[in-house]
């Protein structure tokens, strides 16, 4: 009897512990789960983040190449000279050079509609031409309605290429309604997409398209579709039906000339983020860029996440067999009751650790993923607050110039410190839009070197001489005050010119903030390390504040400022630049006064 007491107790026992546990491992399955969903969710916030960021950023690379060929055209508009042919043929083909990366030709077409020059070519070669009417074509029939410049879509010229065809009208001076004929740009659809999909971050891994604002697409990752509407037969025939509704309603409002991201969910529910952002020259709505963004990260979490979830159901199965284990053995062999029910006792406590492990580690890489996301959020507010400073001295020049025509004025007086503000002021905005987008370039792991062999003694020269403009541009009375020393030296390098000017600029600019008395010398040193390879050793030292011990720690990282100006950006681009170049960055205090910052990379 005694026995059978024993037996139904430890069996209540059991059955306890069995309950316990099991219940603990369903709990933290739905709790791994939900972490997992909300990781899962982060990772694909954070795509189309980047997503949206891209996009913004090439939409203002399309509009930074496009732009020089506009200005060109609307130059050569009102500089064209039909009594002198030849010498305005020399002002296109020079044009044609600066812009021979994206154009493929500058054509100037006579009122008629006749080509009177073609950028490049000689004479013989446009006579032949000559017999060509072209006044039925777009680029030439809407200027001469609209007098106004005019950006085609995608357009497939004689050679069956597509083309894109910006011109602007020649006006007669004294007669504005005087039409004389046209200037027209062509670019070659393939070589402008190539650009754009080249400029795309490696990490958004996406392809780029650009469509007009009437649904003519004007590239894609598939040529064939180029010149097609939107919703034509070619186009739709392509796109799987089962997300045709919404992906055309999709490109439905992307056609309103509003930015926005979209995701849609493909066969086998793959997830795709499609960004897209309007177009603007000259304030007119014209193009829509996309881009679209798989969710491969995201993709990768979830099978991370089906992995977690499918050992936790394992786990409560193996639980569920190894309880029934232990009863069978507790009704076989009830003296071994109570050695059996502590060695599965530990086998559930081992499981459990196991789960509360993982769960740990969804914890820490969720937590990782918001802080990401709050380095981001910062970035772009401090970026903000940096872009007001210099756009109010803009604004209000601009306001105080306004209201000075209220009066029924034609013409206003404007002093050298307004001009000398505004520039000062729009110059700084430029720097600051070059510092976001090397830090997002930074950020995402694009930073490309262009290298090339040159002489490091020029690059120093010329960053001298442009920070002795930039302080007699600020505060002439500084220059009185500070003397920078070189003693020049013929070095050789294999780098990227662009970035090491920059970085020498970056250097020289903090010594001049910081020293309002005193002087600035700048030394190159060569030497080779004990694998006998050659480097060089550069360094900028002044004689002003000094580095401020609580910055010291943290100097070459993002926003490490404490002064009135500036985001802290620069030492951070200039870090990242050097490490590229396989090269170190390092700064010190001087003995005296001052500081010394120092940056050494490789001769070849």
Same mark, same amino acid.
């Given at each position: 009897?005694?026995?059978?007491?024993?037996?139904?107790?430890?069996?209540?026992?059991?059955?306890?512990?069995?309950?316990?546990?099991?219940? $603990?491992?369903?709990?933290?399955?739905?709790?791994?789960?939900?972490?997992?969903?909300?990781?899962?969710?982060?990772?694909?916030?954070?795509?189309?983040?980047?997503?949206? &960021?891209?996009?913004?950023?090439?939409?203002?690379?399309?509009?930074?190449?496009?732009?020089?060929?506009?200005?060109?055209?609307?130059?050569?508009?009102?500089?064209?000279?039909?009594?002198?042919?030849?010498?305005?043929?020399?002002?296109? +083909?020079?044009?044609?050079?600066?812009?021979?990366?994206?154009?493929?030709?500058?054509?100037?077409?006579?009122?008629?509609?006749?080509?009177?020059?073609?950028?490049?070519?000689?004479?013989?070669?446009?006579?032949?031409?000559?017999?060509? *009417?072209?006044?039925?074509?777009?680029?030439?029939?809407?200027?001469? #309605?609209?007098?106004?410049?005019?950006?085609?879509?995608?357009?497939?010229?004689? *050679? @069956? &290429?597509?083309?894109?065809?910006?011109?602007?009208?020649?006006?007669?001076?004294?007669?504005?309604?005087?039409?004389?004929?046209?200037?027209?740009?062509?670019?070659?659809?393939?070589?402008?997409?190539?650009?754009?999909?080249?400029?795309?971050?490696?990490?958004?891994?996406?392809?780029?398209? $650009?469509?007009?604002?009437?649904?003519?697409?004007?590239?894609?990752?598939?040529?064939?579709?180029?010149?097609?509407?939107?919703?034509?037969?070619?186009?739709?025939?392509?796109?799987?039906?089962?997300?045709?509704?919404?992906?055309?309603?999709?490109?439905?409002?992307?056609?309103?000339?509003?930015?926005?991201?979209?995701?849609?969910?493909?066969?086998?529910?793959?997830?795709?983020?499609?960004?897209?952002?309007?177009?603007?020259?000259?304030?007119?709505?014209?193009?829509?860029?996309?881009?679209?963004?798989?969710?491969?990260?995201?993709?990768?979490?979830?099978?991370?996440?089906?992995?977690?979830?499918?050992?936790?159901?394992?786990?409560?199965?193996?639980?569920?067999?190894?309880?029934?284990?232990?009863?069978?053995?507790?009704?076989?062999?009830?003296?071994?009751? #109570?050695?059996?029910?502590?060695?599965?006792?530990?086998?559930?406590?081992?499981?459990?650790?196991?789960?509360?492990?993982?769960?740990?580690?969804?914890?820490?890489?969720?937590? @990782?993923?918001?802080?990401?996301?709050?380095?981001?959020? #910062?970035?772009?507010?401090?970026?903000?607050?940096?872009?007001?400073?210099?756009?109010?001295? &803009?604004?209000?020049?601009?306001?105080?110039?306004?209201?000075?025509?209220?009066?029924?004025?034609?013409?206003?007086?404007? *002093?050298?410190?307004?001009?000398?503000?505004?520039?000062?002021?729009?110059?700084?905005?430029?720097?600051?839009?070059?510092?976001?987008?090397?830090?997002?370039?930074?950020?995402?792991?694009?930073?490309?070197?262009?290298?090339?062999?040159?002489?490091?003694?020029?690059?120093?020269?010329?960053? &001298?001489?442009?920070?002795?403009?930039?302080?007699?541009?600020?505060?002439?009375?500084?220059?009185?005050?500070?003397?920078?020393?070189?003693?020049?030296? +013929?070095?050789?390098?294999?780098?990227?010119?662009?970035?090491?000017?920059?970085?020498?600029?970056?250097?020289?600019?903090?010594?001049?903030?910081?020293?309002?008395?005193?002087?600035?010398?700048?030394?190159? #040193?060569?030497?080779? +390390?004990?694998?006998?390879?050659?480097?060089?050793?550069?360094?900028?030292?002044?004689?002003?504040?000094?580095?401020?011990?609580?910055?010291?720690?943290?100097?070459?990282?993002?926003?490490?400022?404490?002064?009135?100006?500036?985001?802290? $950006?620069?030492?951070?681009?200039?870090?990242?630049?050097?490490?590229?170049?396989?090269? @170190?960055?390092?700064?010190?205090?001087?003995? +005296?006064?001052?500081?010394?910052?120092?940056?050494?990379?490789?001769?070849?």
């Amino acid at each position: 009897m005694l026995s059978i007491i024993l037996s139904r107790n430890n069996v209540f026992l059991l059955i306890l512990v069995i309950g316990v546990g099991v219940s $603990l491992s369903i709990l933290s399955y739905h709790y791994s789960g939900l972490t997992a969903d909300q990781i899962s969710e982060i990772a694909s916030s954070d795509i189309r983040s980047n997503a949206i &960021i891209e996009t913004d950023g090439l939409s203002k690379t399309l509009l930074h190449i496009i732009d020089p060929v506009s200005t060109n055209l609307e130059i050569l508009s009102k500089i064209v000279n039909y009594s002198n042919i030849d010498e305005t043929k020399i002002i296109i +083909d020079a044009v044609q050079n600066s812009t021979k990366s994206l154009t493929e030709g500058y054509y100037w077409i006579d009122e008629n509609g006749r080509i009177v020059s073609i950028s490049n070519v000689n004479s013989s070669i446009v006579k032949s031409y000559s017999n060509i *009417d072209l006044s039925n074509r777009e680029y030439f029939v809407i200027p001469k #309605e609209t007098h106004a410049s005019y950006y085609s879509s995608a357009i497939e010229s004689i *050679d @069956k &290429i597509p083309r894109l065809y910006i011109s602007f009208p020649i006006l007669d001076n004294s007669d504005a309604d005087n039409f004389k004929g046209v200037i027209v740009a062509s670019i070659k659809i393939h070589e402008l997409g190539r650009f754009l999909q080249s400029e795309l971050a490696p990490q958004v891994a996406g392809n780029v398209g $650009l469509m007009d604002k009437n649904g003519v697409i004007i590239y894609g990752s598939n040529p064939s579709l180029i010149g097609k509407y939107y919703l034509g037969e070619e186009f739709q025939s392509l796109v799987p039906e089962e997300i045709r509704g919404p992906y055309n309603s999709l490109l439905a409002r992307s056609l309103k000339g509003f930015a926005g991201a979209e995701d849609l969910i493909l066969m086998g529910g793959n997830k795709t983020t499609i960004t897209y952002q309007p177009v603007f020259i000259g304030g007119k709505y014209l193009w829509t860029l996309f881009v679209s963004s798989p969710h491969q990260l995201a993709a990768e979490v979830g099978v991370l996440i089906n992995n977690q979830k499918n050992f936790s159901t394992l786990m409560i199965l193996i639980i569920g067999a190894v309880a029934l284990g232990i009863a069978f053995l507790i009704l076989s062999w009830n003296k071994r009751l #109570e050695s059996a029910v502590n060695a599965r006792t530990i086998e559930l406590r081992d499981a459990n650790n196991s789960l509360i492990n993982y769960n740990k580690l969804l914890e820490s890489a969720n937590e @990782k993923l918001s802080i990401h996301d709050r380095m981001q959020k #910062e970035f772009i507010n401090i970026a903000a607050h940096e872009l007001r400073t210099p756009i109010m001295p &803009i604004l209000g020049d601009a306001i105080f110039l306004e209201k000075q025509f209220e009066d029924g004025k034609t013409e206003v007086k404007v *002093d050298r410190e307004q001009v000398s503000s505004i520039i000062r002021n729009a110059k700084r905005l430029r720097r600051l839009a070059s510092d976001i987008l090397d830090i997002t370039k930074i950020e995402s792991q694009s930073l490309k070197l262009n290298k090339e062999r040159f002489n490091l003694n020029d690059i120093i020269i010329s960053c &001298i001489s442009d920070i002795k403009a930039q302080i007699i541009s600020s505060d002439p009375d500084q220059l009185e005050n500070i003397s920078i020393d070189y003693v020049q030296k +013929d070095v050789f390098i294999f780098a990227d010119k662009n970035r090491i000017t920059q970085v020498i600029f970056n250097l020289l600019s903090n010594s001049v903030k910081f020293t309002e008395k005193g002087s600035i010398s700048i030394s190159v #040193e060569l030497g080779n +390390d004990i694998h006998g390879n050659n480097y060089v050793t550069t360094s900028i030292r002044d004689t002003g504040h000094g580095i401020d011990p609580e910055i010291i720690p943290r100097l070459f990282t993002k926003f490490a400022s404490k002064s009135f100006e500036g985001t802290g $950006l620069g030492l951070f681009i200039s870090k990242s630049i050097i490490i590229a170049h396989g090269g @170190k960055i390092w700064a010190e205090n001087n003995v +005296d006064s001052g500081a010394t910052f120092y940056f050494r990379i490789p001769q070849e």
